[in-house]
């Protein structure tokens, strides 16, 4: 028995991996885009990881809310202010390179208090993988007579790929711009709803007063005989 038990042990050992060598790594990270409610008098905070040597672009918008503008901080992992501004509608700003650890993004609403604002934001990473990533066009070498090269479909795959992200992210942007001017023009229409239908009852009213005004004009004030 106990000499299976121990062939047993060696057969795991020898087919299962040792922790740490050969497994999966951490997941990339990879773009993101948020929109949330800023309720008045108040401050979020966001954090996002960010690997080392990296390029990180942070954009933002306020597409609701009265004034469309928040303050906004961007502080480094080691808490550095890196970014601050103030009663601003957008922005968008790079970090190059990054540092590894948690990014932390601010949105204040603290000087309005009556008034919430909704607000967008992305993130989008530029990680500097293009050394990690040359290997295995060196591995398939094609052969020398082939008209078209590895090393030239893997440039046209990449600057492909470059541009369907960037496209995608600019037509995000354009939703967020479309969904400011939305909430901007319904907030002119109630506001010109309202004070036409102000002008419409004090049209009434006039018309009202100076009706009464005429008749009492025209009635017969002569006194009664007693």
């Known amino acids: 028995m106990m000499a299976a038990g121990a062939a047993l042990a060696l057969a795991l050992w020898l087919l299962l991996p040792p922790v740490g060598v050969g497994g999966v790594?951490?997941?990339?990270?990879?773009?993101?885009?948020?929109t949330f409610l800023l309720p008045a008098g108040r401050k979020q905070c966001f954090y996002q990881s960010a690997p080392a040597n990296a390029s990180l672009e942070t954009e933002y918008q306020v597409i609701g809310g009265a004034g469309l503008d928040v303050d906004f901080s961007l502080e480094s992992p080691?808490?550095?202010?890196?970014?601050?501004?103030s009663r601003k509608a957008d922005g968008v700003h790079t970090v190059e390179p990054t540092e590894a650890g948690d990014y932390k993004l601010c949105f204040d609403n603290s000087f309005s208090t009556i008034s919430e604002k909704l607000v967008f934001f992305e993130l989008i990473?530029?990680?500097?993988?293009?050394?990690?990533?040359?290997?295995?066009?060196?591995?398939?070498?094609?052969?020398e007579m082939l008209d078209v090269k590895m090393e030239d479909i893997k440039e046209s795959?990449?600057?492909?790929?470059?541009?369907?992200?960037?496209?995608?992210?600019i037509l995000t942007l354009l939703r967020a711009?479309?969904?400011?001017?939305?909430?901007l023009q319904e907030?002119?229409?109630e506001r010109v709803n309202f004070w036409s239908a102000v002008?419409?009852?004090?049209?009434?009213?006039?018309?009202?007063?100076?009706?009464?005004?005429?008749?009492?004009?025209?009635?017969?004030?002569?006194p009664v005989p007693t």
Do not use: Y
């Open 78 to 85: 080691q808490g550095e202010l890196l970014v601050s501004e």
């Open 25 to 34: 790594g951490p997941p990339p990270i990879q773009d993101g885009e948020f």
């Open 199 to 222: 002008n419409v009852a004090v049209l009434l009213l006039v018309a009202v007063a100076q009706v009464c005004t005429l008749k009492r004009f025209f009635q017969d004030k002569r």
């Open 125 to 143: 990473f530029d990680s500097l993988q293009d050394e990690e990533e040359e290997g295995w066009a060196e591995v398939v070498e094609p052969e």
């Open 187 to 189: 907030g002119n229409l």
């Open 177 to 183: 711009f479309e969904a400011r001017d939305r909430n």
């Open 157 to 169: 795959m990449e600057t492909m790929r470059t541009r369907l992200e960037r496209s995608i992210q």
